[in-house]
């Protein structure tokens, strides 16, 4: 990403923000990430959104425990919602390993088991390692 680009879509937020709300600002943000492909900028992102629409701090201080219910239950499932489709996004990218990480924080192992089964890479020693670490090391 150029610094161009990176310049281009904070002037884009901006214009967003300015002329309409911050929750439709949020809504670009992920929408920028998402094409850009950063996944982990892409999950705080839809963690920070969460936050605003349940009125929440949009930083957190102190644990989850302190929210209060149910506004914490509809947290945790938009976490783990988040947590899943920036999975799914990696394996869909052929990031075997680095979507185990947010995998492995569900306890799924099903999804990356399926994704190295039908792993087809073009070139096999490009993702052998990670593969081998995630299949063998951490018994996926």
Sequence with gaps: MSTAETVADFETLDRVLTASSPAEALDELLKI??????FR????ARLLKA?????LPLVQSGSMADIPEPTRTLYEER?????RDIGR??????EIGAA??????????????????????AD?????????HVAV???V
């Design 33 to 38: 990430l998402a094409d850009r492909g950063e």
């Design 41 to 44: 900028a892409l999950l705080d």
């Design 51 to 55: 936050r605003h629409d349940l009125g």
């Design 79 to 83: 976490y783990v919602e988040a947590i």
């Design 89 to 94: 996004r990696l394996l869909d990218a052929g």
């Design 100 to 121: 185990w990480d947010y995998y492995r924080a569900l306890v799924a192992k099903e999804p990356v088991a399926e994704a190295i089964e039908a792993d087809e890479t």
């Design 124 to 132: 096999p020693d490009e993702q052998l390692v990670q593969v081998s």
């Design 137 to 139: 090391d951490q018994r």
